[in-house]
């Protein structure tokens, strides 16, 4: 089956970096879509970030500027985070859509804590 694995997650200060990577398992993936989403406590899980597999990207408002999005292959995507605020204190998933597959797929998740 095909497996979603996050890395990178962490506690920092305010103000400081991370970078998230997630690669999913399997053969080749076309024509998906792949994305971060976050759950904070009490909380919702909310859009953070995608990227298709053409390079069209798309950020929730509160962490356009400060968060980027990228894809170090097919199947893997990257996570960087800049000047992290205690807001962004919460789980991050790993999420990869294929409409040719039909396959929705989540990561088990990585904490992320922002101190003050």
């Known amino acids: 089956q095909v497996q979603l694995v996050e890395s990178g997650g962490g506690l920092v200060q305010a103000g400081e970096s991370l970078r998230l990577s997630c690669a999913a398992s399997?053969?080749?993936?076309?024509?998906?879509?792949m994305g971060w989403y976050r759950q904070a406590p009490g909380k919702q899980r909310e859009l953070v970030a995608t990227i298709t597999t053409g390079g069209t990207t798309n950020y929730a408002d509160s962490v356009k500027g400060r968060f980027t999005i990228s894809r170090d292959n097919f199947k893997s995507i990257s996570l960087q985070m800049n000047s992290l605020k205690p807001d962004d204190t919460a789980v991050y998933y790993c999420?990869?859509?294929?409409?040719?597959?039909?396959?929705?797929?989540w990561g088990q998740g990585t904490q992320v804590t922002v101190s003050s």
């Open positions: 999420n990869l859509d294929s409409r040719l597959r039909k396959m929705n797929v």
């Open positions: 399997g053969t080749g993936f076309s024509s998906n879509t």
